[in-house]
């Protein structure tokens, strides 16, 4: 059974970076997306950032594109998410996500395994 637990969620002032962790367990994730979302109270889970687990290929949502880095490490089963320049518009829930196939979808309901999610609230 595949789990995902998030690390690294925290209070942070604004423009200062912050790396978030994703370990995933449970089976291999060759052919695998691993995605992040976030939720802001009162709002939808949007996409964020994702990566094909074989072929390191990467999505972007435009809000975040230039700041954040998605990538992640084979021999730890590790997907992380570096924010750089933070501002307040990105205090969320932040939530890892799991789904096979090659296509990093967008869609928060494409994906099939979900971590529990790791706050961040960013100050200004």
């Known amino acids: 059974q595949v789990q995902l637990v998030e690390y690294g969620g925290r209070l942070v002032q604004a423009g200062e970076p912050l790396r978030l962790s994703c370990v995933a367990s449970g089976r291999t994730f060759t052919n695998y997306v691993m995605a992040w979302f976030r939720q802001a109270p009162g709002m939808e889970r949007e996409f964020v950032a994702g990566?094909?687990?074989?072929?390191?290929?990467?999505n972007y949502d435009d809000s975040v594109k230039g700041r954040f880095t998605i990538f992640r490490d084979n021999d730890k089963n590790t997907v992380y998410l570096q924010m750089n320049s933070l501002k307040p518009e990105d205090t969320a829930v932040y939530y890892c996500?799991?789904?096979?196939?090659?296509?990093?979808?967008?869609?928060?309901?494409?994906?099939?395994?979900w971590g529990q999610g790791t706050q961040v609230t960013v100050s200004s």
């Open positions: 990566i094909e687990w074989s072929t390191h290929s990467t």
């Open positions: 996500a799991a789904k096979q196939g090659v296509v990093i979808q967008t869609k928060s309901r494409e994906y099939d395994h």
